[in-house]
Protein backbone atom coordinates (compact mmCIF):
# COMPACT_ATOMS: atom_id res chain seq x y z
CA UNK A 1 0.00 0.00 0.00
CA UNK A 2 2.95 2.74 1.15
CA UNK A 3 4.57 1.90 -2.34
CA UNK A 4 1.45 2.21 -4.49
CA UNK A 5 0.62 5.83 -2.50
CA UNK A 6 4.62 6.83 -3.25
CA UNK A 7 3.89 5.70 -6.67
CA UNK A 8 0.71 7.70 -7.14
CA UNK A 9 2.65 10.99 -5.11
CA UNK A 10 5.40 10.74 -7.88
CA UNK A 11 2.94 10.45 -10.44
CA UNK A 12 0.93 13.68 -9.13
CA UNK A 13 3.89 15.40 -9.31
CA UNK A 14 4.73 14.66 -12.55
CA UNK A 15 1.69 15.34 -14.04
CA UNK A 16 1.67 19.05 -12.03
CA UNK A 17 4.95 19.36 -13.01
CA UNK A 18 3.67 19.02 -17.00
CA UNK A 19 0.27 20.99 -16.86
CA UNK A 20 3.01 23.41 -15.12
CA UNK A 21 5.16 23.31 -18.52
CA UNK A 22 2.77 23.17 -20.70
CA UNK A 23 0.91 26.31 -19.11
CA UNK A 24 4.03 28.65 -19.39
CA UNK A 25 4.80 27.39 -22.74
CA UNK A 26 1.46 28.53 -23.56
CA UNK A 27 1.96 32.09 -21.66
CA UNK A 28 5.03 32.46 -23.25
CA UNK A 29 3.98 31.46 -27.14
CA UNK A 30 1.32 34.40 -26.47
CA UNK A 31 3.53 36.64 -25.56
CA UNK A 32 5.66 35.95 -28.26
CA UNK A 33 2.55 36.27 -30.32
CA UNK A 34 1.39 39.41 -28.83
CA UNK A 35 4.97 40.85 -29.42
CA UNK A 36 5.00 39.88 -33.26
CA UNK A 37 1.81 41.91 -33.80
CA UNK A 38 2.81 45.01 -31.90
CA UNK A 39 6.10 45.22 -33.92
CA UNK A 40 4.07 44.52 -37.08
CA UNK A 41 1.26 46.82 -36.39
CA UNK A 42 3.30 49.47 -34.84
CA UNK A 43 4.27 51.34 -37.99
CA UNK A 44 0.94 51.24 -39.24
CA UNK A 45 -0.50 52.95 -35.69
CA UNK A 46 2.36 55.48 -36.19
CA UNK A 47 1.40 55.97 -39.52
CA UNK A 48 -2.75 56.48 -38.81
CA UNK A 49 -1.68 58.59 -35.79
CA UNK A 50 0.16 61.14 -37.60
CA UNK A 51 -2.15 61.35 -40.54
CA UNK A 52 -4.44 63.03 -38.15
CA UNK A 53 -2.62 64.88 -36.45
CA UNK A 54 -2.06 68.98 -36.93
CA UNK A 55 1.59 69.66 -38.02
CA UNK A 56 3.01 70.72 -34.24
CA UNK A 57 1.80 67.67 -32.90
CA UNK A 58 4.24 65.60 -35.20
CA UNK A 59 6.77 67.80 -33.65
CA UNK A 60 6.26 66.98 -29.79
CA UNK A 61 8.50 64.74 -28.09
CA UNK A 62 8.22 62.26 -26.62
CA UNK A 63 5.40 61.96 -29.40
CA UNK A 64 1.32 61.38 -28.51
CA UNK A 65 -0.23 58.55 -29.60
CA UNK A 66 -3.75 59.94 -29.53
CA UNK A 67 -3.79 63.13 -31.36
CA UNK A 68 -5.87 65.80 -29.58
CA UNK A 69 -7.73 66.87 -32.47
CA UNK A 70 -8.44 64.66 -35.08
CA UNK A 71 -7.59 66.46 -38.40
CA UNK A 72 -9.27 64.95 -41.06
CA UNK A 73 -8.31 67.54 -43.65
CA UNK A 74 -5.13 66.09 -44.33
CA UNK A 75 -6.62 63.27 -46.52
CA UNK A 76 -8.36 65.87 -48.51
CA UNK A 77 -4.41 68.30 -48.87
CA UNK A 78 -3.04 64.37 -49.74
CA UNK A 79 -5.73 63.99 -52.17
CA UNK A 80 -5.41 67.40 -53.74
CA UNK A 81 -1.52 67.25 -53.75
CA UNK A 82 -2.26 65.59 -57.28
CA UNK A 83 -4.11 63.68 -59.54
CA UNK A 84 -4.84 60.86 -57.38
CA UNK A 85 -7.69 58.81 -59.02
CA UNK A 86 -5.49 59.06 -61.73
CA UNK A 87 -2.49 57.50 -59.97
CA UNK A 88 -4.67 54.66 -58.30
CA UNK A 89 -6.10 53.97 -61.73
CA UNK A 90 -2.43 53.61 -63.27
CA UNK A 91 -1.72 51.63 -60.16
CA UNK A 92 -4.29 49.07 -60.31
CA UNK A 93 -3.91 48.92 -64.34
CA UNK A 94 -0.32 47.94 -63.55
CA UNK A 95 -0.50 45.36 -60.77
CA UNK A 96 -3.99 43.71 -62.24
CA UNK A 97 -2.23 43.29 -65.71
CA UNK A 98 1.21 42.05 -64.39
CA UNK A 99 -0.49 39.64 -62.30
CA UNK A 100 -2.50 38.24 -65.32
CA UNK A 101 0.73 38.11 -67.46
CA UNK A 102 2.24 36.15 -64.34
CA UNK A 103 -0.68 33.47 -64.25
CA UNK A 104 -0.59 33.08 -67.49
CA UNK A 105 2.98 32.05 -67.59
CA UNK A 106 3.88 30.71 -64.51
CA UNK A 107 1.51 27.64 -64.56
CA UNK A 108 1.81 25.93 -67.51
CA UNK A 109 5.99 26.62 -66.91
CA UNK A 110 5.05 25.05 -63.57
CA UNK A 111 3.62 22.19 -64.63
CA UNK A 112 5.84 21.49 -67.24
CA UNK A 113 8.86 21.32 -64.86
CA UNK A 114 6.08 19.17 -62.25
CA UNK A 115 5.04 16.91 -65.01
CA UNK A 116 7.51 16.63 -67.61
CA UNK A 117 10.53 15.02 -67.69
CA UNK A 118 12.39 16.11 -70.44
CA UNK A 119 15.95 16.48 -71.37
CA UNK A 120 17.73 19.30 -69.94
CA UNK A 121 14.94 19.98 -67.68
CA UNK A 122 16.83 20.42 -64.14
CA UNK A 123 19.36 22.75 -66.35
CA UNK A 124 16.16 24.78 -67.59
CA UNK A 125 14.85 25.15 -63.72
CA UNK A 126 18.23 26.22 -62.66
CA UNK A 127 18.26 28.89 -65.04
CA UNK A 128 15.15 29.85 -64.11
CA UNK A 129 16.13 30.04 -60.31
CA UNK A 130 19.54 31.86 -60.76
CA UNK A 131 16.82 34.66 -62.09
CA UNK A 132 15.69 35.18 -58.47
CA UNK A 133 19.27 36.48 -57.29
CA UNK A 134 19.29 39.28 -59.99
CA UNK A 135 17.49 42.35 -58.87
CA UNK A 136 15.75 44.15 -61.11
CA UNK A 137 18.33 47.39 -60.31
CA UNK A 138 20.84 45.60 -62.43
CA UNK A 139 19.62 44.73 -65.56
CA UNK A 140 17.35 48.13 -65.59
CA UNK A 141 19.55 49.86 -68.35
CA UNK A 142 19.21 47.43 -71.25
CA UNK A 143 15.78 46.84 -70.25
CA UNK A 144 15.06 50.75 -70.83
CA UNK A 145 17.01 50.80 -74.18
CA UNK A 146 14.89 48.25 -75.50
CA UNK A 147 11.76 49.22 -74.08
CA UNK A 148 12.77 52.74 -75.54
CA UNK A 149 13.90 51.25 -78.86
CA UNK A 150 10.08 49.73 -79.11
CA UNK A 151 8.82 53.18 -78.26
CA UNK A 152 7.12 51.93 -74.94
CA UNK A 153 8.47 54.28 -72.77
CA UNK A 154 5.82 56.10 -70.82
CA UNK A 155 3.38 53.76 -71.22
CA UNK A 156 1.95 51.33 -69.12
CA UNK A 157 3.17 48.31 -70.77
CA UNK A 158 6.55 49.18 -70.18
CA UNK A 159 6.15 48.82 -66.43
CA UNK A 160 3.90 45.75 -67.21
CA UNK A 161 6.56 43.61 -69.74
CA UNK A 162 9.66 43.36 -68.00
CA UNK A 163 7.42 41.33 -65.05
CA UNK A 164 5.28 39.26 -67.23
CA UNK A 165 6.53 36.24 -65.56
CA UNK A 166 8.35 35.48 -61.96
CA UNK A 167 10.76 32.79 -61.62
CA UNK A 168 9.28 32.92 -57.51
CA UNK A 169 6.07 31.56 -58.62
CA UNK A 170 6.89 29.24 -61.10
CA UNK A 171 9.05 27.61 -58.27
CA UNK A 172 6.31 27.91 -55.79
CA UNK A 173 3.60 26.50 -58.00
CA UNK A 174 5.65 23.67 -59.10
CA UNK A 175 5.97 22.37 -55.59
CA UNK A 176 2.34 22.32 -55.41
CA UNK A 177 1.69 20.91 -58.72
CA UNK A 178 3.92 18.42 -57.49
CA UNK A 179 2.20 17.47 -54.63
CA UNK A 180 -1.04 16.36 -56.92
CA UNK A 181 -1.27 12.50 -56.99
CA UNK A 182 -0.16 11.12 -60.08
CA UNK A 183 -2.69 8.77 -59.75
CA UNK A 184 -5.39 12.38 -60.67
CA UNK A 185 -3.96 13.04 -63.13
CA UNK A 186 -3.47 9.46 -65.35
CA UNK A 187 -7.61 9.09 -64.33
CA UNK A 188 -7.85 12.61 -65.83
CA UNK A 189 -5.78 11.46 -69.40
CA UNK A 190 -7.43 8.45 -69.28
CA UNK A 191 -10.86 9.98 -69.40
CA UNK A 192 -9.21 11.78 -72.49
CA UNK A 193 -9.09 15.04 -71.29
CA UNK A 194 -6.89 17.44 -72.95
CA UNK A 195 -3.20 18.77 -71.12
CA UNK A 196 -4.78 22.49 -70.80
CA UNK A 197 -8.32 21.28 -68.80
CA UNK A 198 -5.67 18.80 -66.53
CA UNK A 199 -4.35 22.27 -65.57
CA UNK A 200 -7.42 24.45 -65.75
CA UNK A 201 -9.81 21.71 -64.21
CA UNK A 202 -7.77 20.18 -61.81
CA UNK A 203 -3.98 21.46 -61.14
CA UNK A 204 -5.08 24.77 -60.46
CA UNK A 205 -8.09 24.16 -58.44
CA UNK A 206 -5.80 22.65 -56.22
CA UNK A 207 -3.32 24.89 -56.20
CA UNK A 208 -5.63 27.72 -55.18
CA UNK A 209 -4.15 28.81 -51.84
CA UNK A 210 -0.63 28.65 -53.12
CA UNK A 211 -2.31 30.89 -56.37
CA UNK A 212 -3.93 33.19 -54.07
CA UNK A 213 -0.81 33.70 -51.56
CA UNK A 214 1.66 34.49 -54.61
CA UNK A 215 -0.97 36.65 -56.39
CA UNK A 216 -0.96 38.94 -53.02
CA UNK A 217 2.70 38.84 -52.95
CA UNK A 218 3.07 40.26 -56.20
CA UNK A 219 0.23 42.51 -56.37
CA UNK A 220 1.65 44.24 -52.44
CA UNK A 221 5.42 44.09 -54.64
CA UNK A 222 4.17 46.02 -57.87
CA UNK A 223 1.68 48.34 -56.16
CA UNK A 224 4.46 49.62 -53.92
CA UNK A 225 7.13 49.29 -56.52
CA UNK A 226 8.83 53.23 -56.81
CA UNK A 227 12.14 52.42 -59.25
CA UNK A 228 10.75 51.10 -62.05
CA UNK A 229 7.71 53.72 -62.64
CA UNK A 230 10.57 56.12 -62.23
CA UNK A 231 12.97 55.10 -64.33
CA UNK A 232 10.33 54.08 -66.92
CA UNK A 233 7.82 57.22 -67.17
CA UNK A 234 8.80 61.01 -67.24
CA UNK A 235 5.33 62.51 -67.45
CA UNK A 236 2.28 61.33 -65.26
CA UNK A 237 0.47 59.62 -68.23
CA UNK A 238 1.73 56.20 -66.45
CA UNK A 239 3.37 57.44 -63.32
CA UNK A 240 1.99 55.39 -60.46
CA UNK A 241 0.26 55.81 -56.72
CA UNK A 242 4.01 55.83 -54.98
CA UNK A 243 5.23 58.65 -57.37
CA UNK A 244 2.36 60.54 -56.42
CA UNK A 245 3.39 60.16 -52.64
CA UNK A 246 6.81 61.15 -53.17
CA UNK A 247 5.51 64.21 -54.87
CA UNK A 248 3.12 65.21 -52.00
CA UNK A 249 6.77 65.55 -49.94
CA UNK A 250 8.47 67.62 -52.64
CA UNK A 251 5.32 69.79 -53.01
CA UNK A 252 4.30 69.95 -49.36
CA UNK A 253 8.00 70.37 -47.41
CA UNK A 254 9.96 67.22 -45.41
CA UNK A 255 8.51 69.01 -42.61
CA UNK A 256 4.83 68.09 -43.37
CA UNK A 257 4.70 64.66 -42.07
CA UNK A 258 0.78 64.78 -41.18
CA UNK A 259 -0.20 65.12 -45.11
CA UNK A 260 2.71 62.54 -46.08
CA UNK A 261 1.41 60.13 -43.89
CA UNK A 262 -2.37 60.82 -45.16
CA UNK A 263 -1.07 60.35 -48.48
CA UNK A 264 0.57 56.69 -46.93
CA UNK A 265 -2.36 55.63 -45.72
CA UNK A 266 -4.29 55.96 -49.34
CA UNK A 267 -1.46 53.85 -50.60
CA UNK A 268 -1.53 50.59 -48.29
CA UNK A 269 -5.19 51.00 -47.97
CA UNK A 270 -5.96 48.65 -50.52
CA UNK A 271 -3.38 46.37 -49.94
CA UNK A 272 -4.65 46.42 -46.48
CA UNK A 273 -8.06 45.36 -48.17
CA UNK A 274 -6.03 42.53 -50.56
CA UNK A 275 -4.99 40.97 -47.21
CA UNK A 276 -7.96 40.91 -45.78
CA UNK A 277 -9.67 39.10 -48.16
CA UNK A 278 -6.63 36.69 -48.91
CA UNK A 279 -5.39 35.54 -45.62
CA UNK A 280 -7.61 32.17 -45.26
CA UNK A 281 -6.16 31.07 -48.61
CA UNK A 282 -2.60 31.94 -47.12
CA UNK A 283 -3.28 29.95 -44.32
CA UNK A 284 -4.51 27.29 -46.37
CA UNK A 285 -1.72 27.68 -48.55
CA UNK A 286 0.60 27.15 -45.20
CA UNK A 287 -1.53 24.63 -43.29
CA UNK A 288 -1.76 22.48 -46.79
CA UNK A 289 2.12 22.65 -47.76
CA UNK A 290 2.62 21.57 -43.72
CA UNK A 291 0.45 18.77 -44.09
CA UNK A 292 1.94 17.42 -47.33
Known amino acids: M ?3 RALYQ ?3 KEEIVSKSLHFILRVVSVLGMVFLVL ?24 PNWIPKHFIWSNYAKAWGSGPFLHYITNSL ?11 LTIIPAAYAFARYHFKGAGILFGMVMVTLMIPSQLIFLPVYLQLSTWKLL ?11 SSAFGIFLLRQSFKQVPEELIEAARLDQA ?19 TFALFSFIAHWNDYFWPLVMTTDEAARTLPLGIAKIREEEGV ?9 NMILVTPI ?5 FAQRHIIRAFVYTGVK
Open 39 to 62: VFAMPFAWMLSTSLKTLPETMIFP
Open 255 to 263: ANWNVLMAG
Open 194 to 212: KEWQIIVKLMVPMAKPVLA
Open 272 to 276: LIAFF
Open 2 to 4: DSN
Open 154 to 164: NTHLALILPFA
Open 93 to 103: IISLGILVMQM
Open 10 to 12: VKS
